[in-house]
């Protein structure tokens, strides 16, 4: 069955760098868009980025400058990078897979991030 | 980007009553190709967002018929016919008309 699980360091210092992995099963990562979407402790959701079934991107504008988002279809992962870590940062990282008729049908579980020095 | 308006913020029910949640969207989300990519997504405590509706109206798989979402253009409307105990949680609206995707602050299912 199709599963997503996120993985990273939990906690980061300010001014690093963010590295995420999502490991995927169930599916191929050149067949489906697989975005990344964070959530501030007790905040709403916010989109991240995309990285499409052809292997290109695209990135949420307030984020563009200090996000990467790549993958490694061997190895059915996507990564996440993210520099220049802000406090304002510390959230929980879900990576979701896009299906038909544009929808996040599949999240995978979270990892929460803090960022504090 | 694509502001989407969720009220009420809070919402307090008894079991088996019927409750609405509001969506409101800054711009029209019918798409050029007549879609309207707008869902509805329930995150229980503790637990990653789930997909409830697509399409505005369209039930994912598995989700009970006591749920239905309808709108058009830029208000939209999720009606729940008779709360039950599993429905507690954050319900948020979620855009893909236009890039980039965008949620609505969520509205919180509470018993009374």
């Known amino acids: 069955q199709v599963q997503l699980k996120e993985s990273g360091p939990g906690l980061v210092k300010p001014s690093e760098t963010l590295s995420l992995t999502c490991t995927v099963s169930?599916?191929?990562?050149?067949?489906?868009?697989v975005s990344w979407v964070r959530q501030p402790p007790g905040k709403g959701l916010e989109w991240m980025g995309v990285?499409?079934?052809?292997?290109?991107?695209a990135y949420n504008s307030a984020l563009k400058s200090r996000l990467s988002i790549s993958r490694d279809t061997s190895k059915s992962q996507v990564f996440l990078k993210m520099s220049s870590l802000k406090t304002e940062d510390t959230a929980t990282y879900y990576c979701?897979?896009?299906?038909?008729?544009?929808?996040?049908?599949?999240w995978g579980q979270g990892t929460l991030v803090t960022v504090s020095s | 980007d694509v502001v989407l308006t969720q009220t009420p913020p809070t919402l307090l029910a008894t079991i088996g009553q019927s409750v609405s949640i509001s969506c409101r969207s800054s711009?029209?989300?019918?798409?050029?190709?007549?879609?309207?990519?707008l869902n509805w997504l329930l995150q229980r405590t503790g637990q990653s967002p789930q997909p409830l509706i697509y399409?505005?109206?369209k039930l994912e798989s598995g989700v009970p018929n006591r749920f239905s979402g309808s709108g058009s253009g830029t208000d939209f409307t999720l009606k729940i016919s008779g709360v039950e105990a599993e429905d507690l949680g954050v319900y948020y609206c979620m855009q893909f008309t236009h890039y980039p995707p965008t949620f609505g602050g969520g509205t919180k299912l509470e018993l009374k």
């Open positions: 990285i499409w079934g052809d292997g290109s991107t």
């Open positions: 169930g599916f191929s990562l050149t067949s489906y868009h």
């Open positions: 711009q029209s989300l019918l798409h050029s190709n007549g879609n309207t990519y």
């Open positions: 979701a897979r896009e299906v038909s008729y544009l929808r996040f049908a599949y």
């Open positions: 399409l505005v109206s």
